[in-house]
């Protein structure tokens, strides 16, 4: 059975950085970030396969950087030059296809954990 734990989070001025963190129990290979916003449909922010090659919505490249420590089971989201329209509540997730890896479809990551929270105010 595959468990994940979303952790960090929370409030930030425009500008500014937060850290989410994610440990994961009984997998070791695709994993990614994933946020909705209220209203919207969730999409992908960041996929990391067990190559540890990153893959980033446009939307966030140059800003977020995704990364893994397997020894530790657990996989990061930094998050820097912060907007008001990256809030939302962020997941992670585990078991993604090669198309969801590539693609940061959510529709393709069997496993989730429960969110974490990110507002940014302007």
């Known amino acids: 059975q595959v468990q994940l734990v979303a952790s960090g989070g929370g409030s930030a001025q425009s500008g500014g950085s937060l850290r989410l963190s994610c440990v994961i129990d009984?997998?070791?290979?695709?994993l990614g970030w994933f946020r909705q916003a209220p209203g919207k449909e969730r999409e992908g922010v960041a996929t990391i396969d067990k190559a540890e090659t990153p893959r980033y919505s446009d939307s966030v490249k140059g800003r977020f950087i995704i990364s893994r420590d397997d020894a530790k089971s657990a996989m990061y989201l930094q998050m820097n030059s912060l907007r008001p329209e990256d809030t939302a509540m962020y997941y992670c997730a585990a078991g993604g296809s090669p198309v969801g890896v590539r693609d940061l479809r959510p529709d393709a990551w069997p496993y989730w954990g429960q969110g974490a929270q990110v507002t940014v105010s302007a």
């Open positions: 009984g997998y070791t290979s695709n």
